[in-house]
C-alpha cells in the first residue's frame, strides 16, 4: 500500500523519467542532426502534459484527478505515436529517423505511454495514498528538482520549436532549422 | 473547426502548445491549483486540433 510520501517519491521519479525522455529527444536532434517533424513535436507536448500530474500530485499531494490528467496526456501521446507508427508500417519503409535499438523514437514512444498508462493503473490501486491527508506537502530538494527540470526541458522545447518553425507551421519533412537560415 | 494554426496566426502551433504546458506546470507549482488545470484542459484540446490539422496523410493500411 502506498503512503502518500512513497506516492510522490514515486511521482518525483516519473518527472524523472520524462526529462530522461525529452533529454533523449534533444539528443537525437542535435547530435543525429535529426530534426523532429509536427507529428514528432507532438508527442514531445504529450510528454510535457504527461508532467502536469505528477508536479500537481507533488505540490498539493496525491489526488485521482492529477491522475486523470496523467491518463488522458498517455493516451494523446500514445494515439499519436501509433498514427506515425502506422504511417510507416508498409515493409521496405524506412521510417523517420534513426532507429534505436531496432525501434524508431515514435515506437519508443508508444511503449513508453503504454508504460505509462500500465503503471498510473497500477499507483491508483492504492486508495492509501489518497485516505492520509497531505496538508502542506514537504518536496525537498529531490522533488523540487525533478519539477524544474522538466519545466526547463519543456521551455528549451518552446525555444528549439521556434527556431526550427519559426513563426511558421512546421514543415511535415523539416530539413532545416528556419530562423539560422 | 478552427485549428491551432489558424488560432495562433501564421503558425508557432507546438511552440505554444509547449508554452502553455509550461505555464500548466509552473501555476501548479506556485499554488494555482484551479489555473493549472485549466490550462492543462485548454492545452490539451489545442493539441487534439493541431494533431488533427497535422494529421492528413491516408494511412497505407487496407483492410
Known amino acids: 500500500m502506498l503512503t502518500p510520501r512513497l506516492a510522490m517519491t514515486l511521482n518525483a521519479l516519473g518527472l524523472y523519467a520524462i526529462a530522461v525522455i525529452l533529454a533523449a529527444a534533444f539528443a537525437m536532434q542535435f547530435w543525429l542532426h535529426e530534426l ?11 510528454f510535457a502534459a504527461l508532467a502536469v500530474g505528477p508536479v500537481l500530485n507533488l505540490r498539493f499531494g496525491p489526488r485521482p484527478s492529477h491522475y486523470a490528467l496523467s491518463l488522458l496526456a498517455a493516451l494523446l ?3 499519436i505515436a501509433m498514427r506515425q507508427i502506422l504511417l510507416h508500417i508498409m515493409p521496405g519503409d524506412p521510417g523517420y529517423g534513426t532507429a534505436l535499438l531496432g525501434l524508431h523514437y515514435y515506437s519508443w514512444v508508444f511503449v513508453c ?4 498508462l500500465l503503471l498510473i493503473a497500477a499507483m491508483l490501486l492504492s486508495d492509501r495514498q489518497f485516505k492520509e491527508a497531505v496538508e502542506a506537502p514537504r ?4 522533488g523540487t528538482t525533478a519539477v524544474f527540470l522538466v519545466v526547463a526541458l519543456t521551455l528549451a522545447n518552446v525555444a528549439s520549436t521556434f527556431v526550427e518553425c519559426g513563426p511558421n507551421i ?4 523539416p530539413v532545416s532549422y528556419r530562423l539560422l537560415q | 473547426m478552427r485549428d491551432l494554426a489558424e ?16 505555464l500548466a506546470m509552473l ?6 491549483r484551479g489555473l493549472s488545470l485549466a490550462l492543462f484542459g485548454l492545452s490539451l484540446v489545442l493539441s487534439v486540433a493541431d494533431y488533427l490539422h497535422h494529421a ?5 493500411l487496407s483492410f
Do not use: K, S, Y
Open chain 1, 36 to 46: 523532429p517533424c509536427p507529428l514528432c513535436l507532438l508527442q514531445r507536448v504529450a
Open chain 1, 77 to 79: 501521446g500514445a494515439g
Open chain 1, 113 to 116: 505511454f503504454a508504460a505509462a
Open chain 1, 139 to 142: 518536496l525537498g530538494a529531490f
Open chain 1, 170 to 173: 512546421c514543415p511535415d519533412d
Open chain 2, 7 to 22: 488560432l495562433t496566426g501564421r503558425g508557432m502551433d507546438q511552440a505554444v502548445l509547449f508554452l502553455l504546458f509550461a
Open chain 2, 27 to 32: 501555476a501548479g507549482w506556485f499554488g494555482h
Open chain 2, 56 to 60: 492528413t496523410d491516408a494511412l497505407p
